[in-house]
Nanobody
Framework: QVQLVESGGGLVQPGESLRLSCAGS????????MSWYRQTPGKERELVAI????????NYADSVKGRFTISRVNAKNTVYLQMNSLKPEDTAVYYC???????????????WGQGTQVTVSS
């Protein structure tokens, strides 16, 4: 079964940094595109960052470009989101998403983590 276990969320002050982690299992992680989304009350879930399977290609929402960095360590089946210079408007529930590849069965599917709360407040 697919699992996406997120960690690293919490309460920080504006200008501080936070690193989120998402550990995946139950699929071929090293061949799967991974991404981070976020959602605040009253807003649609939005794409924050996405990274290709090998980590060689990344894309970011304009609102976080230059401040956030997505990365992955396939040997650990983990994707990260390093968040620097955090702003109050970054407050949201952050979700890890996998475009999961299953090489054994030659199938794929989209899966979401449970989400982790990030609150930026003084």
């Amino acid at each position: 079964q697919v699992q996406l276990v997120e960690s690293g969320g919490g309460l920080v002050q504006p200008g501080e940094s936070l690193r989120l982690s998402c550990a995946g299992s139950g699929f071929t992680f090293s061949r799967s595109t991974m991404s981070w989304y976020r959602q605040t009350p009253g807003k649609e879930r939005e794409l924050v960052a996405i990274i290709s399977s090998g980590g060689d290609s990344t894309n970011y929402a304009d609102s976080v470009k230059g401040r956030f960095t997505i990365s992955r360590v396939n040997a650990k089946n983990t994707v990260y989101l390093q968040m620097n210079s955090l702003k109050p408007e970054d407050t949201a529930v952050y979700y890890c998403k996998a475009d999961a590849i299953f090489l054994s069965s030659l199938t794929r599917g989209y899966y979401w983590g449970q989400g982790t709360q990030v609150t930026v407040s003084s």
